[in-house]
């Protein structure tokens, strides 16, 4: 074990290579944790002990998790040099040794990646490009004991240089240790505020974090400030989590990340975007509960339940739910396949990316790059023998004739569409030049949805800028906009001073019965079509949106955003 002791970032940040690198389980984490305190040893000291990691497989992780090429540092000459532009009690701090340098470069040698997050600032101090290497812990400590050998003799006071740079080392360590605790606390942040995602984004002459809440980006001011000082820093961290190349400036960079919070552990979906102002990051928060919900806490109506009960559990078919982006069709999709999901049943997924990890359920990461789409993976998939298939998403003409005619030879098959109604995904379907005759006899059932902030119950007021006249605009009948009161947020602490708390589902389920099957045969216009659905009791989204109108749960400017688009 190395001589100098760890600090407990390195340590903790080990631990987390470690677990994400499948080293070590969260078993055995346990184990070290009960180990280390009756042992009275550190973390990594214990996970040595009881032989569930080493240096060597440190090593090794760490420069694959980060392309990082390794370097023995026992037959490295110490360049005297390095001694003039970076302080030994920094090097040993930190443990993370330069090791020589030349032509603008300067190598540096890391034990643990929670040290990339100073590479900003090293490079600021030393007007020189760091290139990093991987390195052993006993490597790194042996070479700072060396190095503190050389540099036995004391620095005059004269030395005004040195001095200086000492100051702005005890800066630079900080603000490496600062980057670390910001980044933790805007997720927990997010995390506990219910956000979906993140965004962190530079400007000309500022910076700042947004978080998606209930749909709606919000800037967080109280980042800004640091987040401008550190941007590179803060960017430079979010890859290091999500494994990718911190050294990539020039393209987009996706990637994946868990995090776990004092309350719960979440997935983070990474996406790094190269701008005119430096580079941007948006982090989806997938949160593991949101793929755990059932059926019947979704909110449906009862007789609409009934209908999407029916729909699921059939032995062949096709079932779509269409809508925007951030509409919830994910979370519907996988409460469905909750609730179907048995030992006796294959249930295949076709993703991109896999957002809930099921258990019992076999779930395909879609690589377009490599040219496995949706439709090699639907082609692959009827040869695994399933019951049930979940194409993440219909793009073209070949996945959706390939997913109905499943749907035609004994299988159940769900997927999405980027639609405004259900009604015209028929219509879109037909578009992409599927024959009419295979949309008829596949289709079963499709649900399209909104996701809608809710009113805050505690602050809600009558909304006296609401007219009959706007009323009448969106359908409702004279009689009923006469009498009709709506309701607005008035803003108050427990809703944040937003008006809003929470989201409800908005949706319509158009079920493809005899009359409708025979309608898209005929080959009749969207409009035919959703009068007949009518007919036989169909209630579209905007039926469900006046009804929440006038409940109260929705406000007139609410409506008109989630559904006067359609």
Do not use: W
């Not at 700042?208 to 941007?231: A, C, P, W």
């Not at 609730?339 to 957002?355: C, F, S």
């Not at 019992?360 to 949706?374: A, D, L, S, W």
């Not at 009113?455 to 009948?477: A, H, M, Q």
Request: glycine share 6%; aromatic share 6%; hydrophobic share 40%.
């Amino acid at each position: 074990m190395s001589k100098i002791k760890l600090d407990s970032t390195s340590e903790q940040n080990i631990l987390n290579m470690l677990m994400e690198g499948a080293i070590i389980s969260s078993e055995q984490i346990s184990k070290i944790n009960s180990t280390s305190e009756e042992i009275g040893k550190s973390k990594l000291e214990t996970a040595f002990e009881l032989n569930f990691a080493d240096e060597v497989k440190i090593l090794k992780l760490l420069s694959s998790s980060y392309s990082l090429p390794i370097v023995d540092l026992k037959k490295t000459v110490i360049d005297p040099k390095i001694k003039k532009i970076i302080d030994a009690r920094y090097i040993q701090d930190n443990l993370l040794v330069p090791f020589e340098m030349g032509n603008g470069i300067l190598k540096i040698a890391i034990a643990d990646a929670s040290k990339l997050g100073l590479m900003k600032n090293l490079k600021t101090m030393t007007q020189m490009e760091p290139e990093l290497y991987a390195a052993s812990i006993s490597d790194i400590s042996n070479f700072v004991e060396r190095l503190n050998k050389n540099n036995a003799q004391k620095i005059s006071d004269k030395n005004v240089k040195v001095e200086k740079l000492e100051k702005n080392i005890d800066e630079i360590i900080e603000v490496g240790t600062e980057v670390i605790v910001f980044g933790n606390k805007l997720i927990t942040e997010a995390i506990n505020l219910g956000a979906s995602d993140i965004h962190i984004e530079s400007f000309r002459d500022s910076s700042q974090t947004r978080f998606r809440v209930d749909g709606i980006l919000k800037v967080m001011d109280k980042y800004s400030k640091f987040l401008h000082e550190n941007y590179d820093a803060i960017i430079a961290r979010v890859k290091i989590i999500s494994k990718l190349d911190i050294a990539e400036r020039r393209v987009p960079q996706d990637g994946a990340s868990t995090f776990k919070s004092d309350t719960k552990e979440i997935d983070l979906r990474v996406s790094i975007l190269p701008t005119k102002n430096k580079e941007r990051v948006v982090m989806r928060i997938l949160n593991k509960d949101a793929g755990d919900k059932a059926l019947s806490d979704l909110g449906f109506e009862e007789k609409d339940l009934k209908k999407l009960i029916k729909a699921v559990s059939s032995p062949q078919g096709m079932v779509l739910v269409t809508g925007p982006t951030g509409s919830g069709k994910t979370t519907t999709l996988y409460s469905v396949l909750k609730h179907i999901n048995k030992p006796g049943m294959n249930i295949l997924t076709a993703e991109d990316p896999v957002e809930y990890e099921m258990e019992g359920i076999g779930q395909v990461q879609i690589k377009e790059t490599i040219g496995y789409t949706f439709e090699e993976a639907l082609r692959s998939f009827l040869r695994q023998d399933p019951e049930v298939i979940l194409v993440g998403e219909i793009r073209d003409k070949a996945t959706v004739d390939i997913a109905l005619k499943a749907a035609l030879t004994g299988h159940l098959v769900f997927s999405t569409l980027h639609t405004n109604d259900a009604s015209s995904s028929i219509t879109r379907l037909q578009n992409m030049g599927t024959p009419n005759y295979l949309i008829s006899a596949a289709l079963t059932l499709i649900m399209a949805q909104r996701l809608a902030r809710k009113t805050c119950v505690e602050c809600r007021i009558i909304d006296e800028n609401i007219t009959p006249k706007l009323l009448n605009s969106i359908g409702f009948l004279p009689e009923q906009s006469a009498r009709a009161k709506t309701y607005k947020g008035g803003g108050c602490d427990e809703c944040g001073g937003s008006g809003y708390k929470g989201r409800m589902g908005i949706y319509e389920i158009l079920e493809i019965d005899h009359e409708l099957k025979s309608g898209i045969l005929s080959d009749l216009q969207q409009s035919e079509l959703n009068a007949i659905a009518k007919k036989n009791g169909f209630r579209t989204m905007q039926d469900m949106g006046q009804d929440m109108l006038l409940s109260g749960d929705l406000s007139f400017a609410e409506y008109e955003r989630v559904l006067q688009s359609n």
